[in-house]
């Protein structure tokens, strides 16, 4: 996957261009490439452990057949060892007599049962050998390259995705920030902050008549423009606007070093409190 962020600079705005990769996916990917590397490693392992049973039957058998032992001794170990074909396992390996009953132990050939002139012999051999040994005997190459593409994958998403936030950030248009006095507006967030960076908590119908005075070009806006905006079609809506004007002043100048001014020529004005 190739993913390409461009910023481009134009008129004082940036511009992100990229083939956009989202969380989810990356998550997905990671995931995805984590648990076939776990799976096929898993798989490879018990097929190690089924080769070396499969070898120490086989051993077994061929010790059996040709010394037909009526007990273990030095010479029997030395003639099972000496049949192994995996050199890994014939320093741990043992040979013990047991019963015909099923072994405790999972991890051992199965029991060969022999007569000798006296009695019935029941043996069994142990491979007795570490768990690493049985990794380091499994095919863990394609295991351990997906192993190593989940760890490349998480570390590019998480630089990606910390790249692409940043982007966004240093990115995001002006026009989507608007400040006057010490009040300002996120048209991202849709709220209003004051000189602190704290949210001002204005009502529904108070933000969006906040937001039509903030983001005219010269925070002037006539009464009819902003009651066809808030009420459409609305008969007597002047009253609605200024019933809602005078419950949006205090709050506006008790929170900023702004007030709202009404011009005689029909218009609603943001304003400093020091000026007229």
Not at 134 to 154: H, R, Y
Request: with cysteine.
């Amino acid at each position: 996957m190739i993913v390409c962020i461009f910023i481009h600079l134009q008129t004082n705005e940036y511009t992100i261009l990229s083939l956009d990769m989202k969380p989810i996916v990356a998550i997905i990917v990671f995931f995805s490439l984590m648990s076939l590397s776990l799976f096929l490693g898993y798989a490879n392992y018990v097929t190690a452990k089924e080769y070396i049973i499969e070898d120490v039957n086989q051993a077994l058998a061929k010790t059996v057949l040709s010394s037909n032992p009526e007990r273990i001794t030095a010479d029997t170990l030395r003639i099972f060892k000496s049949n192994l074909q995996i050199s890994r396992i014939k320093e741990t390996s043992y040979l013990s007599l047991c019963t015909d009953e099923p072994s405790r132990v999972s991890f051992c050939s199965d029991t060969v049962s022999f007569k000798t002139a006296h009695e019935r012999l029941y043996i069994r051999a142990y491979p007795n050998c570490s768990k690493a040994t049985i990794f380091s005997l499994s095919e863990q190459t394609v295991p351990s390259t997906l192993l190593a593409a989940s760890m490349l994958w998480g570390m590019f998403s998480l630089l990606y995705l910390r790249r692409k936030k940043n982007a966004i950030m240093i990115a995001a248009p002006a026009k989507h920030t608007v400040q006057f006095g010490n009040l300002s507006f996120s048209a991202s967030s849709c709220q209003f902050y004051n000189e602190q960076k704290e949210k001002i908590y204005f009502t529904s119908m108070q933000r969006s008549l906040m937001r039509i005075l903030m983001e005219s070009e010269e925070k002037r806006v006539s009464i009819d423009d902003i009651c066809r905006n808030l009420w459409p079609g609305k008969d007597n809506a002047k009253e609605s606007l200024y019933t809602l004007v005078h419950r949006l002043k205090p709050i506006l100048e008790s929170n900023t070093n702004l007030k709202i001014v009404t011009d005689k020529d029909g218009y609603y004005r943001l304003s400093l409190k020091n000026t007229r």
